[in-house]
């Protein structure tokens, strides 16, 4: 509890330093309230992934995009100078302080950029959720997209979970609409690091005290679910997640709706 408090006051002087000294990005959130995205750096994963938004899922301007699992707008601050109308983005996420920060602050943007609170349960990050993400219906219309944003969001969810999502992205793109989206794949090639304990036969958990805390899929698992659900794949790169050499940390996957 000390330790906790001590790196609260250093994350809030640090971020009182950034507004004195006007070193502030207006969409990059405090210290204190990004934390819950990872270790990685804020804004330098948000550049790195806009360079695969665009080179890897064809990102253009006048795209409508949906980010599943938009946390406190890691992926949306990027995608702010890109879009314009009648481009879009529409993000929903389960941690509500993440989602009510965006509101605040994506207020003035050329295309609009609009929030959603979804309250599901997730062990990791929402384990008071009231809905259940195996059966939750994603609030948009059917074909509304042209490309659908997941990262980091199936490495944080259980099979009949991801199963379901997959089948809810396909119900909201557009006819070739994309999908973009990180996974932990596993493979004979590249096995799951010790750490992870076996869930059934085609999943592996990095914590099963906190099961959505990092999931791991078999690949073909993946692939069947989304070419059974009228993905197809365009792009797998590796990650250097498993220890061995990849384009990013994740597994990269991006298909289109067929």
Do not use: K
């Not at 929903?92 to 965006?102: K, L, M, R, T, Y």
């Not at 999931?215 to 365009?234: I, M």
Request: with cysteine; glycine share 8%; proline share 6%.
């Amino acid at each position: 509890m000390i330790n906790r408090a001590a790196r609260s006051l250093r994350l809030r002087a640090a971020d009182m330093s950034d507004v004195a000294l006007r070193r502030r990005d207006p969409l990059i959130p405090p210290r204190r309230l990004a934390g819950y995205v990872g270790d990685s750096d804020f804004a330098a994963t948000g550049d790195e992934f806009l360079g695969y938004f665009r080179e890897l899922a064809g990102l253009r301007a006048q795209d409508r995009v949906l980010e599943i699992g938009c946390g406190i707008g890691r992926m949306a601050r990027v995608l702010v100078p890109v879009l314009h109308p009648p481009g879009s983005y529409d993000g929903f996420d389960v941690v509500d302080s993440g989602i009510a920060w965006c509101q605040e602050h994506y207020r003035v943007t050329a295309a609009p950029f609009r929030f959603v609170h979804a309250d599901l349960r997730n062990s990791a990050y929402n384990p008071g959720g009231a809905l259940d993400p195996g059966s939750y219906r994603f609030p948009y219309d059917d074909g509304a997209f042209d490309l659908v944003i997941a990262t980091s969001l199936f490495t944080h969810l259980l099979p009949d979970a991801a199963a379901h999502y997959v089948s809810e992205v396909v119900r909201v793109l557009a006819p070739s609409g994309r999908l973009f989206a990180t996974w932990l794949l596993l493979s004979a090639a590249r096995p799951a690091p010790a750490a992870f304990v076996e869930l059934d036969a085609h999943t592996r958990l990095g914590d099963p005290d906190v099961p959505e805390s990092a999931v791991a899929y078999d690949e073909g698992w993946v692939t069947e679910r989304l070419a059974g659900r009228g993905l197809s794949l365009d792009v797998l790169a590796h990650g250097t997640w498993s220890g061995l050499e990849g384009r990013s940390f994740q597994d990269i996957v991006v298909a289109h709706r067929e």
